[in-house]
């Protein structure tokens, strides 16, 4: 590109303006692509949803529970190709601070129907041997250094505040991309037999798995009749919609996200449409000279655009970059208090496209008017 | 030669007729060029003169198709170029015109070599075929080996020297020079001078030029003062082939 001399002269002409410049631009998108990351990580429960699964919760409120029984009604529904209970157990691990979710789960069932969440088979069946075994999500045991064979003292809040003691028989992984490794399982007998009696023969959700994603809603609409008008009503609903259900629980993350994100956007968009136009403005005189000696109004649109998309492609990839080697960082940081923050490929993709548009938008206006510079008036100027 | 009668040779390179320009300063117009006519041949060199504000850079301005006028008409080797559309008056200046101003108005962030270089980057020519152009220019002004050199790392006269290599390199139909020495000292300017009369009576190029000074006026052949919006012709030199004496 003959006109590349040009523009890197004129880009490298004030090398500490466009370093700033960079700088700004690169924490801007730092900021973003964090912001894109924590929004991915409480939406991926709605995006990673099954289809084919439902929730099934009572209809007062997800902390109420449910009778046991409710498992082999709603497995004689048609359409219904396996029902799992699970309970929240909510214990403490050494410190409050080392929060991850702990999930009873019916081993029966666990596997059919969260087919996902993959544990190797002599790992399960030593587990379902040991009625004080556990599984461990895979982040889970590496973010505590767990291995298996390991005891793992869990105090329960919930549920008379003593320490029960689990054995590791196994580590789950995740087989979809982003999916959750974060969660402790305990079997329920285990559970139901040192539980408060309030608590014994029940179950805090149960997960349906269906035999066609087609049947959600009838078989949503039949779990729900069924246990109309009874003492305990159920309220049962796709899992995806359940998963954004509960995102909704931390108050309004998308939006808070999305304010946040768009005064990125104009902050940035402004300091470096400033830049832009201010670096014309320094060169009125040589844009006009260009303009004089042939180079059409439209060429000089073309150099202003190009060194601010350019701005932004250094700026932008400094950001990523930050990004890549922070969010992980930040993401063991906040581990317990946030989902897990994944910088996925897509939005490394969005984040650079970010800031090609708010390069090229930014260049857009300094670079009009340097298009629709008069040459005579300009020169007059010097 | 030069007539601003009005009545010149069809064949003229440059053709000025009846031309008006009318600024607009708040609410009072004013008439800076009236009825011009002017008419250039090729290998001329015209100096303009006149009082601050007689109109000279105007003029310029508008032979060399960076302003509009008011009224009459700019032919240059047979192209009228007072009705041109902004993109075609562009390219026309790309090809005939060679700019040379008081201040040099070079780019600073480009050296001697890439300053010289920029109108070629508008043409079809390779970088080898380019390269060839700018050194022989930059040759021609005397500064082959200044061609890694900044501008800030030039004298002013190297600098005009550098301007005048960029205005000739895409071998353009005629020359505006507005006030080539106004910024430098007298040697520099006799030796500015001394380029320009060489590109005049060496490789026939067509001059016209805008100065105050008369030491650098009578160098030109002929000298035409701006008076009450027209021209006057002030005085004409004999041509002094290459190599005579004047």
């Known amino acids: 590109m003959k006109f590349r001399g040009l523009i890197f002269a004129n880009l490298f002409r004030k090398k500490v303006r466009f370093l700033l410049t960079i700088g700004s631009f690169a924490l801007a998108l730092l900021l973003f692509t964090f912001l894109a990351v924590v ?102 045991a590496e973010r505590f250094h767990w291995k298996i064979g390991d005891r793992i003292p869990i105090r329960t809040t919930l549920y008379g505040g003593s320490s029960w003691q689990f054995n590791l028989d196994g580590i789950y992984h995740s087989e979809r991309a982003g999916g959750d490794e974060s969660q402790f399982w305990l079997q329920w007998k285990y559970f139901d037999e040192n539980a408060p009696d309030a608590v014994k023969s029940t179950a805090g959700w149960y997960v349906v798995k269906l035999d066609s994603p087609d049947d959600a809603v009838r078989v949503a609409k039949a779990i729900d009749e069924k246990f109309a008008n009874s003492s305990f009503e159920t309220k049962t609903e796709t899992e995806s ?8 629980q931390f108050g309004n993350i998308e939006l808070l996200i999305l304010t946040i994100g768009s005064v990125v956007f104009f902050t940035l968009l402004l300091v470096t449409g400033n830049t832009m136009a201010i670096s014309v403005r320094e060169r009125t005189s040589e844009l006009a000279v260009l303009k004089a000696i042939g180079f059409s109004g439209r060429a000089v649109l073309f150099f202003v655009l190009a060194e601010s998309v350019i701005i932004a492609l250094f700026g932008g990839f400094l950001g990523l970059v930050l990004a890549y080697l922070a969010i992980p960082v930040i993401g063991l940081a906040l581990t317990g208090l946030l989902p897990p923050l994944i910088l996925s490929k897509s939005l490394l993709t969005l984040g650079l496209g970010f800031a090609l548009f708010v390069g090229g938008v930014s260049g857009l206006l300094p670079g009009i008017g340097a298009m629709r510079l008069r040459v005579v008036n300009a020169l007059r100027r010097v | 030669m030069v007539q ?17 320009k009318k600024y607009k300063r708040g609410s009072e117009e004013i008439h800076v060029l009236q009825g011009l006519n002017l008419d250039v041949d090729q290998g001329e060199f015209v100096a303009f003169m006149g009082p601050s504000g007689s109109g000279k850079t105007t003029l310029l301005n508008l032979l060399g198709g960076l302003d509009v006028p008011s ?13 041109m559309s902004r993109g075609k008056l562009t390219e026309w200046r790309a090809r005939h015109v060679g700019f040379i101003f008081q ?30 152009h700018v050194e022989t220019a930059l040759g021609l002004v005397g500064l082959a080996d200044r061609m890694r050199h900044y501008p800030r790392q030039l004298s002013g006269g190297q600098e005009q020297r550098v301007a005048i290599a960029r205005a000739v390199v895409s071998d353009p139909t005629f020359l505006l020079c507005d006030e080539p020495t106004g910024d430098l000292d007298r040697k520099s300017a006799d030796e500015i001078m001394a380029l320009i009369e060489r590109l005049v009576r060496e490789y026939r190029k067509t001059v016209l030029m805008v100065t105050h000074d008369p030491v650098v006026a009578q160098r030109a052949d002929t000298t035409l003062h701006l008076e009450k919006g027209a021209l006057v012709e002030a005085g004409q030199r004999r041509r002094v082939p290459a190599g005579g004496v004047a």
Do not use: C
């Open chain 1, 39 to 140: 929004k991915s990580a409480f939406s991926r429960g709605t995006e990673i949803a099954g289809a084919d699964r439902l929730i099934v919760v009572s209809r007062i409120g997800l902390m109420q529970l449910m009778p046991i029984s409710y498992r082999d009604k709603i497995l004689a529904i048609p359409g219904v190709k396996a029902v799992t209970h699970n309970h929240w157990f909510g214990g403490v691990y050494q410190d409050e601070k080392n929060f991850f979710p702990q999930f009873v789960i019916d081993p029966e069932y666990q596997r059919r129907v969260m087919t996902e969440l993959v544990v190797p088979d002599d790992q399960w069946n030593n587990f379902l041997k040991d009625r004080q075994g556990a599984i461990a999500g895979a982040r889970t």
């Open chain 1, 241 to 248: 919609a359940f998963a954004a259900y509960f995102v909704k």
């Open chain 2, 4 to 20: 601003v009668d009005g009545h010149g040779a069809t064949a003229s390179l440059i053709q000025v007729r009846g031309l008006d």
């Open chain 2, 71 to 83: 009224a009459g008409s700019i032919v240059v080797s047979g192209d009228e170029i007072t009705h």
């Open chain 2, 103 to 132: 201040m040099y108005n070079l780019i600073p962030v480009l050296t001697a070599y890439q300053n010289v270089e920029l109108p070629l980057l508008l043409t079809k020519l390779s970088g080898a075929e380019r390269r060839k």
